[in-house]
């Protein structure tokens, strides 16, 4: 069972920035965020593969959001910059073995406990 802990969500006003990290107890092939807001579905955000250069974003933060994964490969983070009233959910870090072109679609079998962003307007 691989454990991921979350950390670096808050309050923040429109327009700014944030950053949320994620240390899980062992490495895995890949390495993502979702979210939830109040009343929806949750949604996948980004995500990352082995290699740093395989990843994959939600159109609706394609350009302000930047996925990275640590050397050690069981840390992952997710810089969010230009965040929006919208931005505002539970965002989980999620790990396993799926491929993260597909993590979308099928999300991985490990969660986080959810880290709070609210971003005020």
């Known amino acids: 069972q691989v454990q991921l802990v979350e950390s670096g969500g808050g309050l923040v006003q429109a327009g700014g920035s944030l950053r949320l990290s994620c240390v899980a107890s062992?490495?895995?092939?890949?390495m993502g965020w979702f979210r939830q807001a109040p009343g929806k579905e949750r949604e996948f955000v980004a995500a990352?593969?082995?290699?740093?250069?395989?990843?994959y974003y939600a159109d609706s933060v394609k350009g302000r959001f930047t996925i990275s994964r640590g050397n050690a490969k069981n840390t992952v983070d997710l810089q969010m910059n230009s965040l929006k009233a919208e931005d505002t959910a539970i965002y989980y870090c999620?790990?396993?073995?799926?491929?993260?072109?597909?993590?979308?679609?099928?999300?991985?079998?490990?969660w986080g406990q959810g880290t709070q962003v609210t971003v005020s307007s």
């Open positions: 062992e490495r895995t092939f890949s």
């Open positions: 999620v790990a396993g073995y799926t491929a993260a072109q597909n993590m979308e679609k099928s999300p991985p079998i490990y």
């Open positions: 990352i593969g082995w290699s740093a250069g395989s990843t």
